[in-house]
């Protein structure tokens, strides 16, 4: 009887398009998260002010108010109406945007922005339909970052990263390091082994700061939290020649379309969005960063129902990682699995 019962309610949860996940959800290995307030569950958390740069402009230049959707509150549209993360906090020559009603016209003229300013080609634009008609506006930006330190770091052994089944790549300086590669690097604070942060310096006007933390908290929180205890730290700045560091290589590339903004009535608007996505491409190794990420948006017309010892600075387990020019980060991300992180 027993074994009955259970088949029948096998049955019933593959009819309904269950499975076992559904009991115990499957952790994403990477997110894409629209603010740095946005909380997550994904394994890794990434943030980039991409897809904050095309929202600001679906709000001032075309919705001309902050975004409300019609029967439904969206904690993702009010953190994204903030507008916490701006062009003020990007080099003119580290961004590109355009919006405008969709046509083959303005597609042509993204295709050619981008290429002359970064020589690259856009993934998102062919997802889009290009067709001309009323109320359909697409808003377009590309963030691309690519630097390198001061000094290269030495290339480290494979380890494991917070007790993992395999090993990941490092890099960092040990005690065979040579050179004044050490110059390049700043103690933000050092606390503990498992609380500490270090600022690295590049060729450009970027700083890289490494935060060994594990409390689980937003993005935007841990930056704060990180600058605080700098602001508060009473530990050597200097990066000596007994300390060393570690930091995992990382190589992703990953997207995400933004659903739940999707297809719902604008507040005193008669427009909704269509189509909301971004893409992260990142690479950190021994020699610098390189990040490129697209965003992209496009309306339509809403329709009536829409739906003092030696330290080892080893971030080797749950740390987080801002990449920041003018006064506030521009990326953001939360590394709880390096593994999954390198291709």
Request: aromatic share 12%; hydrophobic share 35%.
């Amino acid at each position: 009887m027993k074994k009955t019962l259970a088949l029948v309610l096998a049955g019933l949860l593959v009819m309904c398009g269950l499975s076992a996940s559904a009991f115990g959800k499957k952790k994403a290995d990477i997110e894409i998260l629209p603010t740095m307030e946005s909380k997550s569950e994904a394994v890794n958390q990434v943030w980039v002010g991409t897809f904050q740069l095309v929202w600001n402009d679906l709000v001032n230049e075309i919705i001309k108010h902050p975004i409300e959707f019609k029967g439904y509150k969206s904690v993702m549209a009010e953190e994204l109406n903030k507008q916490s993360f701006t062009t003020e906090y990007l080099s003119d020559s580290a961004y590109y945007k355009k919006w405008g009603l969709a046509s083959p016209e303005l597609k042509a003229e993204i295709e050619q922005g981008i290429m002359e300013k970064f020589n690259e080609k856009s993934d998102i634009l062919n997802s889009f339909d290009w067709t001309p008609d009323n109320g359909k506006y697409i808003l377009y930006a590309m963030l691309k970052k690519d630097f390198e330190y001061l000094k290269p770091f030495d290339k480290l052994d494979d380890a494991k990263f917070k007790g993992s089944k395999g090993k990941v790549q490092y890099f960092g300086i040990d005690k065979n390091t040579k050179g004044d590669v050490r110059d390049t690097v700043h103690v933000l604070f050092y606390n503990n082994k498992k609380d500490f942060a270090l600022a690295i310096t590049t060729r450009q006007n970027d700083t890289v700061y490494l935060y060994r933390t594990n409390d689980e908290k937003t993005l935007d929180k841990l930056y704060l939290d990180m600058m605080k205890k700098y602001r508060t730290s009473i530990s050597n700045p200097k990066f000596t020649k007994s300390d060393e560091f570690k930091a995992p290589n990382i190589d992703f590339k990953t997207e995400r379309s933004f659903d739940e903004l999707c297809h719902k009535a604008i507040k005193d608007s008669d427009l909704m969005i269509d189509k909301a996505i971004e893409t992260v491409e990142f690479k950190m190794d021994n020699e610098g960063v390189k990040l490129k990420s697209e965003a992209g948006i496009a309306t339509m017309k809403a329709m009536i129902e829409p739906k003092t010892e030696p330290r080892k600075f080893y971030f080797d387990d749950d740390y987080v990682i801002f990449l920041q020019e003018k006064g506030k980060p521009y990326f953001a991300m939360k590394v709880t699995d390096a593994k999954k992180l390198q291709k």
